[in-house]
Structure formats: C-alpha cells, structure tokens
C-alpha cells in the first residue's frame, strides 16, 4: 500500500476511532504492537562489519539489512560472495562527508598497480537494474502494495509519484517501476561515471539528510540495522568529498562477513509494514498528537517513517 | 519566490539554453556565481559556541547564524542576551541522539533546587509566535516571495503548501502564514510541554534527517554555518532520548558569545536566494545532469537544498 493510501485509509477508517486521553506516540505505539505484528529477519538477509574498536577499546559492530527481491539482487549477490571471501577484512572506512554518507572499502581501489584483486566471480551489473521496470508484475512485489495507484495529484513526495513499502524497506514507483530510496542509514554501492555501476565492493552509508538525487542513480543494497553511531560519528574526512588525507585516519575492518556465518548475531525483527500497528505508527508519524504537539504536521515524507526494527526476544 | 516556482521559472527561461557539453554540478555553479549574487552575513547575525578542546587538543568552534525578522524574535531577543551575560560559559552538551539533534544547555536544568538561575531580562514568548500569521503583508517578508502563490496541487512537499527562502533561510507557508522550517542543522528552542515554548537557554542543533514533524511545534531560531562537524560526531548518549548518563561523557562549552564581542571572527556570506546563481543552483539539486548521473530527479525537497555559505575572501 503506498504511503498515502495508508496514510487515507486510516483516516478513513469505518470502525469507531476513540482517543486516548493523551494520544499515543510513535514509540509507544510500536511499544505496545501485539508480537503477530513484528516479523523475524532471517540471518541470510544480514551483513556484519566489525570495524576495529574505538580509542576505549570497546568493539564496534555494524549490522546491515540486505534489500529483498526484486531490488539490486545483482550486487547483493556479489557482495554475498566478497563476504563469503573475507574480501574485505584489512581494507577500511576511507570517507565520511558530513551531511552525506561514510564510504569504505579498498583504499587503494582507483590505483591499479595496487588495488586488491576482486575475486573472479563477481558479475558487472548493468544500470537498468537500478529500477525494478515491472515490480507490479512481480510476485516479489505484489504483497505490500495492496490498492496502489498512481497518485501522481496528491502525492506529496518531491521525487517520485508515490512512495511504499515493500518487505519493510522504502521504495518508490511511477508507472508500474519501482525503485528502492535512499534515506538516513541506507548502503549502496560506490561506483565511478556510468556506464560502471560498481561491484559492490565499495559501500557507503547516508550519515544525513536523505540524498534522494542518487535515487535510480545508483544501487541500493540496504540499511544499517545496528550500530548506526559507529558510522555517523566517525571524524569527518577533511579531503575533497570527505575522503580522509593521510591513511592513520582511516577506521580498519577487522572484517564483514555474511550473518549466517557469525556464531553470535542476535535475531531480528521488524514491524511487518503492512500491520496495522504499522500504518498507526505511519499515522502518528505524519499527526503527532502526542501531548509534546500542537500542531500535526499533516504530512510526512517517507525517510521521516524510519521501520521499526529490534532484537527479536 | 516559492522553491517550485523557482524550478519552473528556469526550466520556462525564454533566454536560449546552450547546456555545457557536461552540465555543471551544483558545487560548480556555486564557485562560479559572481560575487555580486554573495551577500554579507553581518556579525550581529551570529553567535559562537566554543566548545572544549577534543582529545587531541584542537579547538571546536561552532558558529549559528540566527534568524531574519519576522521569526522567532523573541526567543532571538532572549538568546543574545544569555549570550551577553555569558550565561553559557561552563555548561555543556547534554544530549547526542543519532538521526535527531545535539542538544546543549544548563545540565541540571529541570532540577529546581540545582538549576543555574536565568537572567531577569529574559521574557516569556507564546506558541503563535512559532508562525508569522500575516507574512506576505510584512516588510520583513515581501523580499525573497516575490511572485508567490499557492499552488498546493503542484508543491511536492510533504508538510506544508508550499516551500520558499527567505533571507536566505528556508521557510514553508499556508495562506499567507509562514515559519521557519526544521533541516540538518537547524538550531531550535528546547522546551517542555506545550504552553511553554522555552526560553532560549536550551538550544538543540538537527544531527540527521529533516524532523519537520516540529515545524511548528517548536521555536527555530537558526542554524549550524560553521563547525557542524564538532556537533554531528559527538558520541551519541545511551540514555532515554539520547542524554549522557553521567557528567564525565557531556561535552563542556567554554563560551558562547554573541558574534559581535568575538575579536577573531571571519566574516561569512551566503548565496542571495534570489539571485540566478542561486536559482540554477537549485535546478541542478533538483536536477542533477553533471556527468555522475543518469536520471534527473525531477524535484527537491527544500531541505535539500542547502543554501551555500562560505567565509568572505
């Protein structure tokens, strides 16, 4: 359902809406979801990266969500395999441009005479897959976007015609495409000038504002579910585009390994985007009327909707 | 004049378009604009928040630029004069929520017995002046609106009817209201239940993706134009809301002065919003045609948008 047909059919809805006294917020309404609501992530969808610890000695874990079918299956498959290789582990975090994303990778990937062999079974992506061209033909994709039309009138997203959620994840359609968004937290794929669209070995993660402009311009793989201020708080790189100068300001990768091959990786859930809790968080999210609020905004766009996600009890 | 109408008055230009063989990035454009399209931020537009040294000894100084007449005077009014009475010298960062804000102040604040006493001059300001109810029949106002209209079935923004600059701020209106709008950056008055709107001696700066849920909710009063990066790494807290549990992890603030009693302040500028430099800026945001890209968004979020600031040669 996309964002504003949720958003409407709330609104609208036909049973008796009481109140409480004081309106529940956001995060009590996601508190207080009946567990049927919330819906496990299976350990083969994740990525760990273990960075190496901060200056206190205390570990630094990041825990990436992998999009689901259709989207960028292409570079997840190959970063599945760059996992699988330990490929990773000794390269670093090489940037972090406030306001936009931290990157890492191989440091000396743009040298030839240096850059570390990828292994051979990577496949080269081609840019068409930055859009899913037939995603309401798709059986991946019918499931959360039950009464989708194009809105293009009311939509209010700057972007695109209308924004959803598909298997928990924000994405965004015009015309029968679909395309994942980039928002606070989600990871894509470094790349140089078109036609490359990257392996997948170089990765970033937005530290900011949604970058939207890199919608359909560049392969999103997923979202940081864990560990999100290891990367947001990083020294700003103080090179063009937040690259860092000198290799000593680079964080090391001890390593990133596909979930299913680490031993002790919490479960996961998310609150399943076509609950009901859902759609009353959305609600809430777009009419605050939690007693801090005077004033519902009336509106919300899709990266100020963040999915819930927790360890699974 | 709106930001959508801004986009449509470029892509409708009647001067013959000659499009660089690679179009220009919007940071290119940006370095290219005369210097007749910069205007100066004045002093008295400032304040300065020095932080304590970081581990390494560096300084961290974080300069606010306060918002234009008619916004939120009152709570502007009430800050300076903290600022006169270095009120702020020895309190510190008390707050760091990751994707939400840093928020600073007087850490014993809500304890009466303990609270550091506010000066007298202080005066109280109501809830209506988080909007400016008559802003396009204010003198404050007319500058940056010129041919403005609501045009609520073409904004593609979220939240409001339509969005603008003024003064080199962002702003959003309805019928002929207007206020000041939440961004990365943004700097705002911590406050506790509504009717109270704060005094201005808790300020937070926006650490992640726009909260445009407290546009009017909450008293913008400025944003971040200097030094952002001493506020977006702080560790984030790992108490409720993001709060430092014990007094060791907050941040000490040194001083916060208005601009005008800091001796070895450089003089800033920003790019006039309603110059052309600013207008094609704003079109390469929205559409972004440099030779990274291969799909044009189409559209912008005002937050999106940053309106570009620099020290003055």
Redesign the interface.
Known sequence: MSLLALLAAVAASPEPVTLPAKALAPAEIVATAPAVDWLPIAATELLVMDLAPD?AGRPRRVVIQLLPAPFSQGWIGNIRKLAAAHWWDGTSINRAQ??YVVQWGDPDGEDKAKAKPLPAALIEVP?SE?VSANFYGNDGGVDDVIGFEIEA?T?????AATTMFHGGFPVAGHFGSAWPIH???TVGVGRN??PDTGSGAELYAV???????L???IAVVGRVIEG??HL?????GTGDLGFYKTAPERTPIRAIRNGTDVPDLPAFEYLGTQSKSFARYADA?AN?RD?????P?????I??V?VPIRRRK
Chains 1, 2 share one sequence.
Request: aromatic share 10%; hydrophobic share 20%.
């Open positions: 200056a406030d306001n840019q930055y009138k939509s209010r997203d700057p972007y928002c606070y937290g000038e078109p530290i900011g504002h949604a970058p939207r402009q919608d359909r311009n999100m201020e947001s708080t990083l020294p700003r999210r605050r007693v801090f609020y005077i004033q905004a009336g509106g919300v766009d990266c100020n963040p």
